[in-house]
């Protein structure tokens, strides 16, 4: 029985956000409930995970849940696209260390096939390219390589499933459908819980004596995060797997994934099946990225804006007409992909903070409880690094930065 739950692919049903071309192939095994932990973890990503394995590996007799809404890679850490990028959106901070280096070192010790390659990443621009670019795509200009920087991909179901099961094997108990829709900041912290367990709907209290929310757009509440960040949807599609004289003829024969410095903004990978992926548009559309923070001691703007993410489908609406945006953008980039069908098509959330930079710090009502968060699009290799940061942190071995 353990081992089916460990093996089984997890069923991707109908989802408003479409499908990712990703497979989670991993099913924490389902236990009720404890009353009281050491450390509750909420949210179920890359953030969550690697704070989850670090926990049980540094601290092996203390007791670590991880209370996931929905199912593990529900958020942005099942849809993203997999590139693994150096630093921060906001660039180098103090104290940060080498991303890379570190996330390279945590697969390893970890034992995760992540599939990760790291040939560098494409900086494309529409204007000052570098000699010979093997890219020339048509985009609201000629879109070329500009530069050539450290980085590369990963395959995102395979890196979600190697943290959970880490994290399983030595000792945490992972729940899934269990939503924590309150929390009660006095000593002990009290998370108040709405678990789907065994076909039926339990509400549960737990105390704990540490929590580390790792809810990235959701749950802003919770994480007090309502004013200091801003949840949009983005938009991804992949194409049917391309052949070698397409990718020569489209420049993406090395492999290397890209991003692009200017706007519109467009991303994208290849991946194993030579499909390629490519990424770009926001919903709610902000003016600009500043549009975003302009007001922020008002407040209203970004009420309930998470639950407005939820509203969102892929088949309807502005979310539709984005992902058209896309897909038209990327027929019209080259000959080759003029006439390529389309296999999946998804969106998944990222939260913008001020100045791009990370939140990581303790919460304003409780200095027991850590908030992890806000990677702007860039977390894939920060959220597993900083992730064990904060199991660091909440184990007193490692201050928090000071971003
Ligand atoms: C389409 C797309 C492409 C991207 N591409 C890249 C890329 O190529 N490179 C890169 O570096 N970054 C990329 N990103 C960003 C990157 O994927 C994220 O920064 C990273 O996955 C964030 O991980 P996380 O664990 O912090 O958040 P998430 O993966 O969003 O996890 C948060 C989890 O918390 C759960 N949760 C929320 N509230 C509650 C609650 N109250 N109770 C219980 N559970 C709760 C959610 O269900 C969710 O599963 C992309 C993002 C998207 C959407």
């Not at 479409?18 to 497979?23: E, F, I, N, S």
């Not at 070329?144 to 991909?153: A, K, M, T, Y």
């Not at 959701?218 to 992949?238: D, H, I, Q, Y």
């Not at 968060?373 to 928090?400: E, F, K, T």
Request: with cysteine; aromatic share 8%.
């Amino acid at each position: 029985m353990l081992l089916l739950h460990q093996t089984n692919a997890m069923p991707r049903k109908s989802h408003p956000w479409g499908a990712p071309p990703w497979t989670v192939d991993f099913r924490p095994v389902p236990r009720a409930l404890p009353d009281h932990v050491d450390f509750a973890i909420v949210g179920g990503g890359f953030t969550g995970l690697s704070a989850a394995a670090w926990l049980c590996r540094l601290a092996p007799g203390q007791s670590v849940l991880l209370l996931e809404s929905a199912a593990l890679g529900e958020g942005a850490s099942g849809r993203t696209g997999g590139l693994a990028l150096a630093e921060t959106a906001a660039g180098p901070l103090p104290g940060l260390g080498d991303v890379l280096a570190g996330y390279k070192k945590i697969l390893r010790a970890l034992r995760i096939d992540s599939r990760l390659a790291l040939p560098g990443v494409f900086e494309l621009g529409r204007s000052a390219p570098a000699k010979n670019s093997p890219i020339s795509w048509s985009d609201s200009g000629e879109l070329q390589v500009v530069r050539i920087v450290p980085g590369g991909v990963i395959d995102p179901g395979k890196v979600l499933a190697g943290l959970a099961r880490a994290a399983e094997k030595t000792g945490a108990q992972i729940a899934e459908r269990a939503h924590v829709y309150a929390i009660d900041f006095s000593n002990p912290l009290c998370l108040q819980i709405r678990h789907k367990f065994r076909g039926r709907i339990h509400r549960k209290e737990i105390r704990a004596g540490q929590i580390l929310l790792a809810t990235n757009a959701f749950s802003l509440e919770l994480a007090g995060l309502r004013v200091a960040a801003a949840p949009k949807l983005t938009f991804a599609l992949a194409t049917e797997p391309l052949s070698a004289a397409q990718l020569k003829a489209i420049g993406l024969s090395s492999r290397r994934p890209f991003y692009s410095i200017d706007l519109p903004y467009l991303w994208g990978r290849l991946l194993d099946s030579n499909g390629v992926v490519f990424g770009a548009g926001l919903v709610p559309l902000p003016a600009s990225l500043n549009a975003l923070f302009r007001n922020p001691a008002s407040g209203g703007s970004h009420k309930n804006a998470s639950l407005n993410l939820r509203r969102f489908d892929v088949r309807k609406g502005e979310a539709a007409v984005r992902l058209r945006w896309l897909e038209a953008r990327v027929r019209n980039l080259h000959l080759a992909l003029h006439s390529v069908r389309i296999s999946h098509r998804w969106a998944g959330p990222i939260l913008f903070t001020e100045g791009m930079r990370p939140i990581f710090h303790r919460h304003p009502r409780s200095k027991n409880v850590i908030v992890l968060a806000g990677y702007n699009g860039h977390g894939v290799a920060l959220s597993v690094y900083l992730g064990q940061w904060a199991a660091q942190a909440l184990l007193a071995r490692r201050p928090l930065p000071r971003w």
